[in-house]
Structures are given as C-alpha cells and as structure tokens.
C-alpha cells in the first residue's frame, strides 16, 4: 500500500510523461527533415516553449480553470490525432479550412471513420488526465497568473508563427495547440477577409442562348483514366460510341479545380479563375444568375442529398436563384443517379430553355453498395450490404488499406462507374431530346486508388496529393440542333490539355454573353485553343498570403487501371 501510495503521488507526472514519449516520434521526424542547424534551433526553440506551455497547463491550481482548459487541449489533440491515422499525413491549414467547411457532415465522419477515432482516444484521454488531475506540487519560480496564462501564450506564439509563414510550420509540434491556432486564425480571416457583397450580373450579351437547353453534369469522385473513353482498361461506357443526333466529343484527361470536392462545386458554380478564384467565387454572380439574365430557368438536380440540405456552400441566396430545385427523398442511394437521369430527360422534353446543373452519386466511398447485384461484373469486390444508404461516408472497419483491401476496392469502384456513369448515360442518351442541347460532363476531382502501393486510406482531399487524385473526365455532348459551335475545330489542341477552368466561359457562350468580355473576366472557353496548363490546386485554401500549389497532370505518366485486379 505504501509503494502504491508513492506512484500515486508522482501519478501525474507520470501520465505527462507518457504523453510526451508518444508525441516524440513526431518530433524526431520532424527534426530530421529539417535543413541546417538554425532551422532546427528555432524548432527546437518553439517546440520546447510549447511543451513548456503544455506542461503549465497541468500545474493550474484551480480546478474549474484546470479541467476545461485540459479538455480543450485534449479535444484539440484528438482531432489532430484522429485526422493523422484516417489520411497518414500531416493536418495542414489547407485541410483544416475543408474540414470546417464540410463541418455539416461531421456525424457521417464519426461513421466512417469509427476505428480511427477509437484509437486517438487513449493518446486523448491520456493526456486529458494528465494536465486534468490535481496537482501535488507547485512550478518554482512562476507567479500563478502565469502559470494559468501559459497555455494561452504558446497558442497565441503560435498562431503568430503560423500566419507569418501562411500557416504553415505546425508539424510536429504538440497535437494539442495546432487545430487550435488553425481555429484562431480561421477566426481571424473570418473577421478580416470580407471581399465585399456579391455583384449582379455585369456582362453584356450578344445573342440569344445557342442551345435550347444548357446542362452541366459534375460526377462524384470519377476517375478520367477509369473510363474506357480514355483508357483501354477502363469500364465500357455509351460515351465511346457514336448515337444519332448527337456528336461526343471526348477532351482526354482534363485537370479538376482541386482534389476536393468543395472547392471545386462552388467555382464550378461561380467561375473562379486560376489567378483570382478566391475573389470571383465569393462576390461574382453564380452561374444561375447568369443563365436568368439569358432567359433560361434554372433547374438544380442534387442526387448527394435529401430534405432541401444544401452542400459545397450553397446558401440561401444562391438557392433563392434556382428555379426548380430536385432531390430524390426516399429513393435508395444505389438508385439516385437513375432518378437523376430520368428527371434530366423528363427537364430535356419540357420545352421551355433551360440551364440545368446535375449533381451526381457518383463513386464516393463507401463504393461497396452503390450498384445493384447485376452489375457485380469485376471481382473480387468490397463485401456487399453494409452501405446501402451512405451516399458519401461510411466506416471503414473491415478496410485496413491493404494491398488486397485496394483490388477489392478498385473492383467495387469499377462496378460503380458501369452503373453510375454507364447506366445513367445509356438512360439519358436512349432516351432524352437532345436535339437542341448542349451537355458538358466532368467529374469534381479524380481518385487515387493506391496503384502504386502507396500507404493509406484516402483516394481524394490529399494534403499532399498523387497526380490522379487532380484527374477527370471532360466530355461535350452536343445535340443536331444545339450549339452550332465547331467543337471539333479545337479538340485536338485541348484533348489531355484541359481543365475546369474551361467550363464556365463555355457555358456563358453557350448562354450568348459577349465572347470578348466573358473571356476577360472568366478565361478561354473549350471551342478556342486554350493553352490551358492542365494542372490543379493542391493548396485550394491559400491563406494568409500563401500562393495556391498548382501539380500539373502529365498524361502520360497517369496510372491506369490495373488489369491484373479483376477476374
């Protein structure tokens, strides 16, 4: 009992310690990576004020001060934490923006991402008693306002370090103090970086709109080179056949706007440019303001989700904009492209002019369920019958991102895009008036599906990405009687060699603005040679004075489909 009560009185102590030694292979890595022995003496400098802050953060003498402050510091520690064992990789500013923004979905990311989260949690509740439990003993030397204040300090030492560098330099330092300081600066941005109110429509038009009926077509998480459009292994889809009445006219392996699906929905929707995305996407008209100042009604069909929610940003002003606004309530997620497609043909024989957004299922994760059994044609597969009503997060138990686990996947993503991607096509080009439209299909960001090996469990929305996961399908799909434009005039000089940033200057064409003045302000459409430099953003949320990340996509170098997955 004695010896007990001796342990018990260093018990503290001995939990900080425990914390400290499990954070120390994240600081040796860091360290080793670091060039020249003054970089490593300012993190070592930073690095140990922050343990030090840590460490004070323990010694707080009241309790109603010292719990909360220990549950914010372990609560930080757990999401950092949690995030690093669900992506292998380091949380970055950039990153920590798109988990904010996507902060709506953050039950289905408990879902998905159960065994990860389970296994931050003892690092977490560790650490959470180690600063919480009472302390014995008292810091010499440091007055107890400083004592309380530590913690504070360190956060704020590093926030200020983080916003000079544009917030990067947190690796590697203490878990607990990095989602926190992202937090305050986020918070900072959010009170200083207004851009101003949203303008109206400005541009001039020359015409009437050149097709009748306009649409616009974003797949979820589709891979260009996984379409046989574009690879000799890819799955069999209507695209790479001739159909009467229509000319398809197939741009390669495109780039996305980002690898996320965020960033690139609202500059999809609002025509944000490579030079001044951030600007455009936030004050600049969305594309349906666009289309009512053309005459066209606004149709937005969204089989991601159900009961009016909005997503990728969508707000009250923008949905006030859309004319008929189609979800699918009720109807199964394996069967929401279909209803997709069957509303975008029933849209197609209305004939009023229209500008028709489609948000499609796709092939997010979980792909285990989102084909029906008679498309179980590459095997083996993910196992069947757990994800029949995830749209786009599910757990991840059973899937340890194994060499076997990613042939099931890729096989299960494959079974996909025949449904998703072939059956829906096979609908709308059977059976849809196309006469007098104009579609334009893409996807919102490409899939890396660890072909070469590579660690992980993650296929998109990467810190630091492969090539694929910036990959996607660009296809114009024009009616007998729609645009009139010579798409093939360009095709060439575009094809491999195109990007999302592309669309929305087509699309203002094809809705009659002046040539001239939409090219100024939204750049070169895809019937003009664009030059474009094929590359995405893999820094999408530049803050702070950081410059966007652009990773341009090299055709050749894209990895295809391995042939040696499916039997």
Known sequence: MTRLAGISRYLKEMLLAASFALALPAMLERLSGIDGPAGAAAFLVLLGGLWAALLTAAYVRPGWLRWPMAALLAGSAFSYLAFERVTTQFMTYDVFINLLNSAAFIDDALVQNRTAFIGALPSALLLLFALGLAPRRRLPLLPGWLVALAPALGTGALAALLFVRGGDGARGLPPSFTPIAYLALAGYEGATGALGPRQPVRLPLSGKPLARDIVLIIDESVAGQYLDINSPQGVPTPLSRGWPGVAIHNYGLAASITNCSV?????????????????????????????KKAGLRTVYIDAQRTGGTYQNLMDDAERALIDRFVQFDGVPVEQRDMAAARALVKELADPAPKFILVNKVGAHFPVHDKYPDAYLRYRPALPRGRFTDITDTGSRDGFGGTSADWVEYRNAYRNTLLWNVGAFFSEVLGKADLSRATLIYTADHGQNLHERG?????????AFPEQEEGVVPLVLIDGARGSGIDWGAALTANHDRSSHYMIFPTLLALMGYDGAATRQAYGTPMQADARDPGSFNTLFNARLNRKPVWMRIDPARVVQPPASDAR
Do not use: E, K
């Open 263 to 291: 960033g690139t929905n609202v500059t999809l929707r609002h025509g944000g440019t490579r030079a001044d995305y951030q600007r455009i996407n936030a004050t600049m008209p969305p594309v349906w303001a666009y289309a």
């Open 454 to 462: 590579n660690p992980g469990l993650f296929t998109h929305c990467s």
